[in-house]
């Protein structure tokens, strides 16, 4: 899982401020280090239906902030995609 320590590394490094937990492009930091860490934990558990549920409504989720921020501000929407390596 995701640690204190960590979550507040992303707020300093993706987010406005040190603080700064609810912008779009910390919460779509955030989702995909879940998904992350879902996906490593579905190898190996094949049968785990209720975290794979789980992991499609966190895809599903950063998918929508991602339409959104593209929408709002391209220019954070181009570099959250580099910085995260998400579509090539």
Do not use: W
Request: charged share 30%; net charge positive.
């Amino acid at each position: 899982m995701i640690t204190k320590e960590n979550k507040t590394e992303m707020y300093k490094k993706f987010g406005k401020g040190d603080k700064d937990s609810g912008s779009t492009t910390v919460q779509i930091a955030l989702i995909t280090e879940r998904i992350k860490h879902l996906s490593s934990h579905l190898k190996g558990a094949k049968k785990d239906y209720a975290s794979q549920r789980g992991l499609l409504m966190l895809v599903g989720q950063r998918r929508r902030l991602l339409a959104y921020l593209k929408k709002s501000d391209l220019p954070s929407y181009n570099t959250i995609l580099k910085q995260l390596d998400l579509r090539k």
